[in-house]
């Protein structure tokens, strides 16, 4: 079986539309998307249709809630004041051209999704399991809190985006037994990626996630021997005519520092909530 | 708890962060604004071993702890610093919180090479306390603001991208105009994209003579906690190891209250609010974690 997972949309409702075409191209049976629909790009309304009428099942993130409930910030969670006066811009652009039926939809939304396939159990979430807008990056994040999340929110595989930057962490309990006496004690817990900007790499494509489910997988097992090999995680890069979306941005007003990033693949903006070692990977 | 005390008592909801008080009270540099009054020769905390180290880093494992901070007195004064990160950054993230004056090139050659080794990143938040040697200085002592800035340089050099912490001994409001000439000052030093970090003062240990002590009116109430959201507080996430045991929080380990227990596991306890330093922390939030924590609100 072959999931598709999209991170951040941020308006970019041109990836979106790619993103969907070349996940059911590769054979995804079911497409999810993991909140934070608005921000960064123009035309926040041309998103909606496109999820709702190709069945992609959504989660509410920290930006949704916020436009949905007529909150006066997107509770991005930035520290640094100029990352907040741009997040600002995108969230006042986003918010007033969103029509109110949309704000309701994304008021709605539900803040998980959880399902098992196969005996594993899947949870989606916008930041982390405890918190819409927690920043999980690669290199802050030890693998026993991966661990303890999985344990605490009773899930095999955790799925989040929220940093705008995708990995993948596997693990597998030295004991193969927890604390609480269960067994398993492996898991993996990918981010997904965001469609809605590049990854601050130099590159201008965008990213999404397969997950693929060998039939008759073991993984979650509550007996013997569990292998998390069976779950097959794929990162895909993805080209969308961004060209035209930076043109869009341009005509709707939004600041040269967002369609730049657009334009080159470098992060403009909300640079420092990022760790030292995601940061020196970027121009800036 | 004494009797009468009607402190807000805050619970741990997870050891998201693991302090090591890792050099002590030992510095080579006395600031006059110290909240635990550091200098060369207090030693009232020592400074911990690998081996005890080690051990808390094990024992953090189970509780599923995130990251790990290193602070003292000046961390680098620890002959087994090096092999301390190098040790940690198999367990997870680590930062440590120098003065930038003593760092030596062989080090930060094996430390850069352990953090390209690892999943984990290494930071590096050093303290400067004004983008001038006429603000920084009277504080930290004379020409500490060059030491520090060759310190920036040589992490720069090394492929690190310190944070530059610096309390607020200005006005609030000047917060833009100070940041501003940070940036340009570091730039002028070949540290071209600075990340900043603005600490409040926190108005115990030497500062209390600096300036002035907590009034006893500042203080947290029980109603102040009333719809307040106490994950903004850092002992509802931390806890720190001092060659004493395990305390609740890097602030308040000179106060004989703020041991909690010998082990992690003995440290998990609610703790009462009943300090000055909790009403500063109350009030700013999340002041002793990395920006790329994210607020916490």
């Known amino acids: 079986m072959t999931l598709a997972f999209f991170g951040g949309v941020y308006n970019n409702y041109l990836a979106l539309e790619a993103a969907i075409l070349d996940a059911r191209r590769r054979g995804a049976e079911r497409m999810f998307c993991l909140g934070d629909l608005g921000a960064f790009g123009p035309h926040p309304d041309r998103v909606f249709p496109l999820l709702i009428d190709n069945g992609v099942e959504c989660i509410q993130g920290n930006y949704d809630n916020s436009i949905g409930k007529d909150l006066n910030d997107c509770q991005c969670g930035y520290t640094d004041p100029r990352d907040n006066y741009f997040a600002q811009i995108s969230y006042e652009y986003t918010y007033e051209s969103t029509s109110e039926p949309n704000r309701r939809w994304m008021r709605d939304l539900p803040g998980e999704l959880r399902f098992e396939i196969d005996g594993v159990r899947f949870l989606l979430c916008h930041g982390s399991p405890r918190k819409t807008n927690e920043f999980l990056w690669e290199s802050t994040t030890s693998t026993q809190f991966l661990e303890k999340l999985a344990r605490e929110y009773d899930a095999d595989v955790i799925l989040g985006t929220h940093t705008g930057i995708h990995w993948v962490r596997q693990w597998r309990a030295e004991s193969g037994e927890l604390n609480d006496g269960s067994a398993g004690g492996q898991g993996v817990f990918v981010n997904v990626g965001v469609l809605g900007r590049p990854e601050n790499d130099g590159r201008t494509n965008v990213w999404y996630t397969l997950l693929r489910l060998g039939g008759g997988s073991e993984f979650g097992s509550r007996n013997g021997e569990v292998g998390v090999s069976r779950v097959e995680v794929e990162f895909v890069p993805l080209e969308y005519d961004h060209n035209r979306l930076a043109r869009e941005m341009a005509e709707v007003g939004l600041p040269e520092e967002f369609i730049e990033t657009i334009q080159t693949g470098w992060w403009t903006t909300c640079l420092e909530i990022l760790p030292g070692k995601e940061r020196r990977k970027g121009r800036f | ?297």
């Open chain 2, 1 to 297: 708890m004494p009797f009468g005390d009607t402190s807000p008592r805050v619970a741990l909801t997870d050891l998201d962060e693991l302090w090591f008080q890792v050099s002590g009270t030992l510095c080579n540099l006395e600031c006059t604004h110290c909240f635990i009054s550091c200098s060369p020769k207090n030693d009232a905390f020592g400074y911990l071993s690998l081996e005890t180290v080690e051990r808390r880093l094990e024992e953090s494992r189970s509780l599923g702890v995130k990251e790990y901070y290193f602070t003292g007195g000046e961390p680098f004064l620890n002959r087994e610093m090096v092999p301390i990160l190098e040790k940690t950054l198999e367990y997870g993230p680590a930062t440590v919180l120098t003065n930038g004056t003593v760092l030596k090139p062989e080090w930060l050659e094996r430390l850069r090479a352990a953090e390209e080794a690892s999943t984990y990143c290494l930071e590096f938040r050093v303290s400067i306390d004004g983008p001038t040697p006429e603000i920084n200085d009277p504080i930290r002592g004379e020409r500490t603001f060059e030491r520090a800035m060759k310190g920036v340089a040589l992490l720069v050099e090394y492929g690190f991208l310190p944070i530059i912490t610096m309390t607020r001994t200005w006005d609030e409001r000047d917060d833009g105009e100070i940041l501003g000439d940070f940036r340009n000052v570091l730039a002028e030093h070949g540290y071209t994209r600075a990340r900043l970090k603005v600490l409040p003062r926190l108005k115990i240990g030497a500062e209390a003579q600096r300036t002035c002590g907590y009034e006893p009116y500042e203080r947290v109430t029980p109603e102040m906690m009333e719809d307040y959201d106490s994950s903004q507080l850092i002992c509802s996430h931390s806890r720190i190891v001092t060659d004493r045991g395990v305390h609740v929080c890097p602030i308040l380990i000179d106060s004989p209250d703020s041991l909690m227990g010998a082990t992690l596991e003995e440290s998990l306890t609610p703790y009462p609010l009943r300090h000055g330093a909790c009403y500063t922390c109350y009030l700013y939030g999340a002041i002793c974690t990395n920006p790329s924590a994210g607020a916490r609100e």
